[in-house]
């Protein structure tokens, strides 16, 4: 069965400057910090095209990075008529070691950097080679694809007619651009006109989707594994409304999954288009109409361009229509042949017709559907992996094996090997060793005829991957990982899909967890509440790595930790007149604004946003109301005003024991205000949009109404709601900035706002310091020997400053006064925070979610990801 596509003609090359600049001054490069028109684009490519030595066509090895001087450098060397070999960054090495380039370009600590080692070129090159590449990224075989310009111009044309691509739109590199995939983003988008993002930054990290907000992206690709870190993480397509398009290829992703996604497409307003490629074919071969993914989810859509595809039987003859046969595909797309040495770059064109090593049929109308792999390739993370060159690696070491795919890993059944097989595998595969099972065996099954039994050696890797569910330091770590988060937030529904955020922590049980958690699993990833146990687990299991002499000794700690414990220390020190350092009560309204937006703002609805601040505000509002009618009513010290946390309007105007409580007061009415404001529609879909614009505009207007419009300066009035939101506003932004200008603005309004806040410069360079802190400095080194005492004291300091006020001149001694000022806060916490818990320890209320975590394990994916795609980045 044959199908055929359109008829199209060549364009001239993409990368030409001419092409380049007929687009004017419409974008074309964008970053955080530069956006470089067509013109300039084609002005610089022109520059680094005339600067080349020597007048022979040279081999430039490129590792292409998503930078500006990067993607400049590639398109001058193609531009200039050399031939491109591109590599992942940092895995050169072997490229250059077999295939000798004449040039080679990559990023360095000092920036791009590209080295000529010959003055004449020293290859025999081919007119119409132009680029080579790696199979589908990276498959450890030293052999490369040979493209030529005609081909990886069509292609580009082709995929932007099949997509509906335009000038206006805007892509995104959330794929690595040495990748057929990823490169094939940049060409497309830059045929048309249109513009792409350049970033390293992967969809989960913190950056990612703000960033997406703010440059107008409108089209974001992914293989499977993309689709999978979407499931398991907060990150949500919805919340960037110029987004219009998805697009999926670099593996097989179940109907189901398609589906799924589609249907959230479709509510949110962008298509998803499912593809299908190699890069042996230049990049994509099919493209799905629009709305074909929730009509037809299996189909990888309609050749492109000239092209067709063919399915034919074991002889090689077409079968009919909707039968399964080996999948080949027709046209000009198609690569010129394999490069496996040097003399090779000189042959012309030797492949006609690809063979895809793929099973497939054609239906009545056309459409293909891709129904699994033939016995040589498999794909494991997106990366397509020829499994007899696996197998002839260990045979080489003198071991027989069958290696097949499970899944996100490759599994080796190996007789004879010893522990080095796993790097083996790793090494000839071309992924990495954590994503890699090596099964020993005495005997590999084989059937009678002494062929190895296949079906019988997977068989074998399904029955060790179940035994090793729950016996893995993965699966155990899993389990354990549940009943912690179970037992701190009290939620025996948990399961290792469950995220801190989602199980409703806040800021409160964050301390406390984060510690645990560093004890089990070492240093956290930043965005540690966002990722599923499950993922936490992986985590744990893949960080193999030494610690240094001075990661022994010394700890990276969340930075609002540490002011937390710092705040109440010099609050409780300054009370008792110990020493003197006012201001600790201001930093931790700034530390609350941080974790109003990392655990409250980012809810998705208005109703979620609500149940977050309301568990936030009963977790703070019943201590301190039981609190003043057990002990302040009975003494005097505090009125009804404060168990209703209204001291603040009803309250004497001027300083009495009742304002002891202000901050506390302050944060709850601040909290409920920023709730309020979050609920109005139209704010809500802007914080969505630009989290950080709202946020800041919120610290500016209420620094200025407080500076300018309140009278506050009596001292209860700096203590009210309206006189300290601004603070609270400051940590808000500081959470989402996730640019150095931004950080700027932040600090400009601080170092603006404080000056005759306090009547009192020093402390208000103290606020100042902590507020800066707040914003620039992530983690701050902590000696591992005080780390407990920082957490207990981080953990309990709504208690101590709660509590402290009817200690703290309970002697004559400042320091007897401060040990059981502390003392007195931290037993209280103990009491209301691990009572609870011992009371649903004894009626077994956790046993739920520790059966469930022993039965219910699903493996995560691995914190270090393959080449395909890029691994997680942590974004500050």
């Known amino acids: 069965m044959t199908t055929d596509a359109r008829t199209t003609t060549s364009p001239r090359p993409l990368w030409r400057t001419e092409a380049l600049a007929a687009h004017g ?3 074309a490069l964008v970053t955080r910090d530069e956006q470089v028109t067509y013109s300039e684009l084609a002005r610089r490519v022109d520059d680094v095209a005339r600067a080349w030595p020597g007048p022979r066509r040279r081999l430039v090895l490129v590792e292409l990075t998503p930078t500006v001087d990067a993607v400049v450098t590639y398109l001058a060397a193609l531009q200039a008529g050399h031939v491109v070999v591109l590599s992942e960054p940092g895995r050169a090495a072997d490229i250059a070691r077999v295939w000798t380039p004449d040039d080679h370009a990559h990023p360095t600590p000092a920036g791009w950097r590209l080295e000529h080692s010959s003055d004449e070129g020293r290859h025999v090159l081919h007119p119409d080679l ?11 075989s030293p052999k490369l694809v040979r493209l030529s310009a005609a081909s990886v111009t069509t292609n580009a044309h082709d995929i932007a007619a099949a997509l509906g691509l335009r000038a206006t739109d805007r892509g995104v590199t959330a794929l690595p651009l040495h990748y057929c995939y990823g490169l094939s983003v940049l060409h497309s988008h830059l045929a048309v006109g249109a513009s792409v993002v350049l970033t390293d930054a992967s969809v989960v990290d913190p950056g990612f989707w703000p960033m997406l907000r703010e440059l107008s992206v409108t089209n974001l690709a992914g293989v499977p594994y993309t689709f999978d870190l979407l499931d398991h993480s907060a990150a949500s397509t919805g919340s960037v409304p110029s987004l219009r398009l998805l697009t999926q290829a670099g593996g097989r992703l179940a109907p189901d999954k398609v589906l799924q996604w589609a249907r959230r497409g479709q509510e949110e307003g962008w298509d998803l288009r499912v593809m299908y490629g190699q890069t042996e074919a230049t990049a994509r071969m099919a493209v799905s109409a629009p709305g074909r993914a929730l009509t037809g989810p299996g189909s990888v859509g309609l050749p492109v361009g000239d092209g067709s595809f063919s399915v034919v039987d074991e002889d090689g003859r077409d079968v009919p229509a909707g039968e399964v046969g080996a999948l080949r595909f027709h046209g000009p797309s198609v690569m010129l042949g394999y490069a496996a040495e040097p003399a090779d770059l000189a042959r012309g064109r030797d492949v006609t017709t690809l063979d895809t ?16 792999r033939r016995a040589s390739f498999v794909k494991v993370m997106g990366v397509r992996i020829d499994v007899q060159r696996v197998e002839a690696a260990l045979s080489a070491r003198g071991w027989e094996a069958v290696v097949a795919a499970q899944g996100d890993r490759l599994g080796a059944v190996v007789c004879g090997g010893d522990t080095t097989a796993a790097e083996t595998v790793a090494l000839a595969s071309g992924l990495p060793e954590h994503v890699v099972d090596v099964l020993p065996v005495e005997r590999i099954p084989r059937h009678s005829n002494g062929k190895p039994d296949r079906p019988a050696a997977v068989a074998l890797l399904d029955e060790a991957a179940q035994r090793a569910t729950n016996s893995t330091p993965q699966g155990r770590t899993a389990t354990d990982l549940v009943v912690l988060y179970a037992d701190v937030l009290a939620r025996p529904d948990t399961t290792e899909d469950s995220t801190f955020v989602g199980l409703g922590g806040d800021s409160l049980s964050y301390v406390e967890l984060s510690v645990r958690l560093e004890d089990r699993l070492g240093t956290l990833p930043d965005d540690w ?8 687990a992986a985590y744990r299991a893949d960080d193999t790595t030494t610690p240094t002499v ?16 710092a705040a109440v220390l010099t609050i409780v020190g300054t009370h008792v007149h110990l020493f003197r350092i006012l201001g600790g009560a201001h930093i931790l309204l700034g530390v609350a604004g941080y974790n109003f937006a990392r655990f409250a703002a980012s809810a998705p609805t208005a109703t979620g946003l609500w149940q977050r601040v309301g568990r936030t505000i009963g977790r703070i509002a019943v201590p301190t109301a039981l609190w003043v009618i057990a002990v302040g009513l009975v003494n005097g010290s505090y009125s009804a005003a404060n168990a209703l946390l209204l001291n603040w309007v009803f309250g004497p105007d001027h300083w009495t024991s009742t304002w002891r409580l202000w901050f506390i007061e302050a944060l709850v009415w601040v ?3 920023l709730a309020g404001v979050l609920s109005v529609p139209a704010v809500r879909r802007w914080y969505h949009a630009r989290p950080f614009a709202v946020a800041a505009t919120v610290a500016a207007v209420t620094a200025f109404a407080r500076l ?3 009278d506050l300066t009596s001292p209860p009035g700096r203590g009210t709601a309206p006189a300290v939101l601004w603070l609270v506003a400051i940590g808000w932004a500081a959470a989402v900035a996730t640019r150095r200008r931004d950080r700027l603005v932040l600090s400009a309004i601080v170092l603006a706002s404080l000056p005759g806040f306090m009547d009192n410069p020093v402390r208000e360079a103290t606020i100042a310091a902590g507020l800066l802190t707040i914003i620039w400095v992530r983690t701050i080194p902590v000696p591992r ?7 207990v004291l981080a953990s309990a300091s709504l208690y101590v400053y709660l509590t402290h006020f009817e200690v703290y001149r309970l002697t004559g001694s400042s320091w007897v006064n401060l040990a059981t000022s502390l003392g007195l806060g931290i037993l209280v916490w103990l009491v209301c925070s691990r009572g609870p818990r011992l009371l649903r320890r004894r009626l077994g209320t956790t046993t739920k979610a520790t059966t469930r975590a022993r039965t219910r394990h699903t493996p995560a994916p691995p914190a270090v990801h393959p080449p395909i795609p890029r691994s997680l980045t942590e974004v500050s």
Do not use: N
């Open 529 to 536: 509440p966002r990722r599923t146990i499950g993922e936490l």
């Open 708 to 710: 300018d419009v309140f």
């Open 550 to 565: 001075g990661q022994r000794w010394v700890a990276r700690i969340d930075s609002t930790l540490v002011l937390r414990a």
């Open 357 to 372: 090593g793929d099973l497939g049929r054609v239906s009545h109308d056309g459409s293909l559907e891709v129904v699994g």
């Open 671 to 673: 909290l409920v205000a």
């Open 130 to 140: 132009a680029l080579l590449m790696s199979t589908s990224g990276s498959t450890g």
């Open 785 to 791: 020997l005080l780390v407990p005492a920082v957490s």
């Open 25 to 27: 001054t419409d974008a």
